[in-house]
């Protein structure tokens, strides 16, 4: 009689974010030959996720660039690697689905007797878990009413690399290469029958010594690979990851006349939600026996999609009194977006707050010098798709350029990615059991009024009159539901006579 269901829903939990500081000492560095540090280029990634009741544990690998001056006074660029784990507690189980995000929060060098290198992380964990909801799909015998309730699933996910590559003609001879920066965007995250569609944009900045000089190239690229991912039909909401997981420079052509190729490989981390649209019974009425239904109800964060735009963006870099005047600017290797803060106003516009961290390399009278420079930023974007009210942002850097504008001022203009997920909050509310009961006492009168309360429903009406909807709607055709307060409804029964 009564037809229950189990329904699968996806659960989504966020752990609080954990900072890890990751401190490295090269050994066997002449300190002696170091004259002044120019600039500190730090990525981080992760390399394994491995998750336990209770935890996950991440490994993961940081990677500083560090450019300086030896004491001849020559441009010099070096590169190491220190490996790192963290843990990050939460209410993890061992069959959760962990995705997991790290971001360079700080990162400094001193060079005092040695040379040590530190950068702050932020490592942030996420999971999506299996639920399970037994609710009343189907009721025969009886007059029922039904509704639907959306539910989110998980569908699948997929890691995949995809390379790029780029050249430049120099038109000279690179005495040294100091150090390569990428950056990557997301540009596009589509659903298709049996895949995904991703693009982004990869930022390579090239710092190279030409002829005693510092001098750096820009390279963009943009690749789009279609992903096959089993289940995935058009219209799932994508949620895309893509990071520089390598990238190297290779010097060609002939003397005096070098080209500069780099080559490299994305990798891209898709995952395909859908919020399932499920038929089930609202509510239920029987003539001949009281029925009792016992209803829950659970809350759900449901993955709407992402969006992306690009947003330009500026300051001014001032330098201390005590600093020679800029002559001019040779290169800005390193540059690093982190963002604060993000939300949706009371206009529907997203706003976005962070700050760009960049390392500009420049002359004065006494050669090259460098600044640590911070750009805060606050955007305002409009949407013709509504934002959802609960939004995560992730900015990264698409180009940058700065010049020197007055003797100690730096101009700094730079384009920003700008990748936006939404969240919903879904509550279902469901009839998880259903007990039928004594036999109803029959309504033997010949006429019945129903005062109705202000929302009442053709169900209500029902119970209150105790007879199937077909006959009180064959006797009030006009009635239009929902009841207005007050409004009087009047049912007849036919009586038989007694004999």
Known sequence: MFEFDKLSVSKLYVAPSVERVVEFSPPGIDMQNIAKVLSLAVEA???????????????????????????EGTPKGVDYNADFTVRVDGEFGADDNVNCIIKVVESDVQAGETLSLSAVLEVSASAQRRDEIEALTDAEQCYKTTKSILLPTFIASKTAIAPFDDEQEVGGEVA????????????????????????????ALVTYV???????????????????????????????????????????????????????????????FRCAEIDI???????????????ESRSYVCFDGCGFFSERVGGTAVLGDNRAAVID?????????????????????????????????????????????????????ASAKPFSQTVKVCCGVESITASAKREREIE???????????????????????????????????????????GDELLDLCKALTAMPEDIMAQNPTLQFPLKEGERVVYFRSIQAAC
């Open 45 to 71: 990634r992760c390399n394994s996720v491995d998750v336990y009741d209770g935890y996950v544990q991440v490994g993961g690998r940081t990677n500083f660039r560090l450019t300086y001056l030896d004491k």
């Open 176 to 203: 040294s290469v100091l150090g390569l920066n990428t950056n990557c965007s997301v540009k596009r995250a589509e659903a298709i029958d049996g895949g995904v569609l991703a693009a982004a944009n990869i930022l």
């Open 210 to 272: 030409e002829g005693g000089e510092i001098k750096q190239r820009e390279f963009r690229m943009d690749i789009e690979e279609e992903l096959n991912l089993d289940g995935v039909q058009e219209g799932d909401s994508i949620c895309v990851q893509a990071n520089v997981k390598s990238a190297k420079i290779i010097l060609q052509g002939v003397t005096d006349d070098n080209v500069i190729r780099v080559e490299g490989e994305v990798q891209f981390k898709v995952q395909a």
């Open 281 to 295: 019974v609202d509510d239920l009425f029987t003539l001949a026996n009281e029925v009792a239904v016992t209803r």
């Open 329 to 381: 600017i040779s290169a800005v290797p390193y540059a690093r977006c982190y963002t604060s803060k993000a939300y949706v106003d009371e206009d529907g516009k997203l706003i976005v707050e962070g700050i760009v961290n960049a390392d500009i390399i420049y002359t004065d009278e006494n050669g090259y010098n460098s600044v640590r420079t911070e750009v805060p930023f606050a955007l305002s974007i």
């Open 412 to 454: 700094i203009e730079l384009k920003l990615g700008v990748e936006v997920c939404g969240y919903s909050e879904i509550t279902a509310e469901y009839i998880s059991a259903v007990e039928l009961g004594d036999e109803k006492p029959q309504n033997k009168s010949a006429l019945s009024l129903y005062i109705a309360n202000g």
